[in-house]
């Protein structure tokens, strides 16, 4: 009776440590994904040739408030469509949220 109790509790341990491993490895996954797709995403924003420089003829400085109140800003070319500055705000909620700073 007790080797059964013994052998049940190491088969409980062994499940529980694989269940942790499958998490990790699970979150693992996770960020390598959403590294990637921030990758993709910063490729557009910078594959437009980043942002225009001030006084630049066809560019305009948008002002993004957020819910916070913080105000972020980049002047974008006349050509731009909303999808890039979708694009912007990833990248800088992005950046935000993994500690890094962006230039804005």
Known sequence: MDRRREK??????????????????????????????FD??????????????IGK???????????????IERRFREMDDIGLFRVFLITHFYEKDSGDNIQS
Do not use: I, W, Y
């Not at 995403?41 to 040739?49: D, I, Q, S, T």
């Open 40 to 53: 993709e995403v910063r490729k557009l924003l910078e594959g437009n040739g980043g942002e225009v420089k």
């Open 8 to 37: 049940e509790k190491e088969e409980q341990e062994r499940f529980k440590e694989e269940a942790v491993e499958m998490v990790r490895l699970e979150k693992m996954r996770f960020e390598d994904e959403k590294t990637s797709k």
């Open 57 to 71: 003829d066809g560019s305009a400085r948008m002002k993004f408030m957020l819910p916070s109140g913080q105000r």
